[in-house]
């Protein structure tokens, strides 16, 4: 009898587990980009060191740290996640899949994930606990004093 109840009260914490996941997914991705510009938390391995800025792994890794932090917030959520979607699309076709079709096998486990999680963030948006979802409700509640 309390079945439905729990299903209903779980399937409403879907929209806050969204913004869960893209702060997790996000902050993970940022550490992506710091490995490669400073070697934070780690070096790229195998030598611990950084990649050249101006390379194309280091203009990847700008993005993923500054695409990373706007996802990290939920500002600009839609068109950031579809850049950084591509990114992640290149990244596995490029540097993973000559390697083999499997990204199990290839390395491209982490670009195929992230390629298909910030897509469905383009299409989603950033959930209620979001910089987006906060400028849209001040942008619509009538300001007092006014």
Known sequence: ????????RWSSW?????????????????????????AFPVGVPPNGGTVPLLSQ??????????????????????????????????????FHSPGGFWPIANGGVDAALYCFVWLYFSAAGGGPWSLDSWLRRRSVTPHSGR
Request: net charge neutral.
């Open 1 to 8: 009898m309390g079945e439905p109840n729990l299903v209903a």
């Open 14 to 38: 879907g929209p806050y587990l969204q913004g869960v996941l893209r702060l997790v997914a996000a902050s993970m991705f940022i550490q992506a980009g710091t490995m490669k510009l400073f």
């Open 57 to 94: 792994v280091g203009i990847g890794a700008v993005l993923e740290v500054v695409g990373g932090a706007l996802l990290l917030v939920g500002l600009f959520t839609r068109p950031v996640a579809f850049l950084l979607a591509g990114e992640m699309a290149v990244a596995y076709f490029q």
